[in-house]
């Protein structure tokens, strides 16, 4: 109760205004003019909408922002926006988490379908992209189930990276590479990219290398007890630096697209390639290859009451082994496929919007002697409808999704198929009160089936170092979500403020159960009814803005709050409370941030778990822009956890084994032509 008492102090300092939408950019307002926020299509609606005109808490990570939060994960990238937290299972594999939930209730997305990767099956494993290559982040904090799946119940990452042309460059050749390093891990990394054009057609050619040594950090690994434990398993604990965190990633992507007066037709295809230490055991290392085929198209010109049509599909061949020091333990692969089709109509009578079909198919095996999962194919098809209608001043959105699920496992399995029906609705409105000021409110009724590591896990995990067990009689898992915003879009303050409630009946986590197998912890897929509440704020005071001078100071908060109301227990791995300042300085080709994060303690904790230490993290970077005939260029330097503090993150598996890095300072430069 004290961490949601200090979580409610903070929101009631900060909520005396309110800005429309987190939209995380360092651009400069004119010079005569008010703050007024960038426009940007987003991800929650399939109309070409403002993330301030959409009920949904939105938030959009451009590439200036975005270059000055990147780590090589796609999880500790994000961590520390408004009401997003990491998995972290060491430099190597991260995921994020949003308002307390992860894993299969947060869609990753690259280019608007699925990574295809094996990222929610376990946090060991890495989402298959690196951050290097990132042209801009979509965030839906929140149920996005709609558009999404059963899945989206938590929300959505959609990640932007270009690699397929929508538009034709203004020049006939155009591109940015990258350079960096950086003194906790020793990173040695670089990225380039080069975009052209040939009559109507725009191609795309992308690449990086990003390798680092195991990361620095400060003291101690394990916690005292952890320690003692290796100690006399005659182990040796991590001391300064975290054994088995070095990392070596690389990839790269060539894309092509028709640009018509009508519309675009293009394709890409691209790899992937990882190998990292997976931290929980010191021998053991995973080797992850992705290749990938993706197509998008646009139809543009308007026939009858059909205003758009537009695709997306993904079809990819994923496998990752871990090694047991030399030899291969577990393989995993998944090939799959998923795609994705809108029509867009005019307006008929007040409404607006969308009717869509998406289908998925996953076929995913992990083979070896430790294989804990049998294979399977799960396939879904879904069809969704969203309208929009705007009376005067409110603009209500709404909008309904029927899916079916079947997840088939191999004959001989001993395990039987299951198939789901699955119902989403949802409904909310904006209510702009002035022009200066919004309301959004959101509602939802959501189903997610249980997926095939929830049913089906028997065995050990190495790479988690845990005994995994599934339940194949888990049923559905319903929610209902309620999601206010008040939001500010212009003046000296602006900002947004978020509460939210989301109830569950049939809850699937995985809990401690406090037994061992095979000398390993057990954690068993459990169903219980549940409750998250809490919320997010964020202000900026405008302190200065003109063309070439900008001083913005920056508040932040976020709190989740989450039981499991059956037992009357907490829930494990929940996120403390968090807040925050940040002051953003640009004067010319100068820049400098500063921002210093405060986690609170985490003491309000599942059975079986334990409690984690607060801490706080300060961070400086600054930047010198400078241009050389038609190039541009930006060196940059920052350094993060100057205090040098012992970060554990609660959310983590690996929080009484592995904090976060130490004292670190990155320099690099990058060039655009």
Known sequence: MKSLFSFISVLLALSATARAQTVVSSDSPPADETTHLEKYIVTASPLARAPDEINAPTTVVTSTALAQRLQPTLGETLTGLPGVDSTYFGPGASRPIIRGLGGDRIRVLTGGVGTIDASVISPDHAVSLDPLLIDRIEIVRGPASLLYGGGAIGGVVNIIDGRIPETLPGAPVTGRFEVR???GADERA???????????????????????DDVRIPGLGPTPIIAAAMIANGETPSDGTLINSATETSGGAAGLSYIGESGHLGAAYSGFDSLYGTVAEQE????????RFDAHGEWLKPVGILRAAKFNFGLADYQHDEFEGTALGTRFKNKGYEGRFELLHEKLGVLEGALGFQTTRSNFEAIGAEAFLPPTVTQSNALFLYEEAVRGAVTWQFGARAERQTIT???GSGFDARSHSLATFTGGAVWKLNADYAVALSLSANERAPNAQELFAAGPHVGTHTFEVGDPALGVEKSTGFDLSLRKRRGFVT???SVFVNRFNGYIFEQNTGGEEDGLPVFAYVQRDAKLYGGEAELTFNLRGTKSYIADLRL?????????T????????TTPVRFGAAFDWRSGPWSFNAELRHVESQRRIAPVETATAGYELLSLGGSWRFDLGRTKGEVFLRATNLLDATARVHASFLKDLAPLPGRDVSLGVRMNF
Do not use: C
């Open 409 to 411: 496992p191999e004959i």
């Open 181 to 183: 390093g950086n003194s």
């Open 556 to 564: 932040f908060a976020d709190s989740v709050h989450a039981t499991n």
């Open 284 to 291: 053991v290392t995973i080797k992850l290859r992705q290749r």
């Open 495 to 497: 900002g947004e403020l």
């Open 566 to 573: 059956t037992d009357g227990t907490p829930l494990p791995r």
């Open 190 to 212: 670089a990225a380039g990219v080069l975009m052209g054009a040939a009559g109507k057609f725009a191609w795309r050619l992308d690449g990086f290398r990003r390798k680092t």
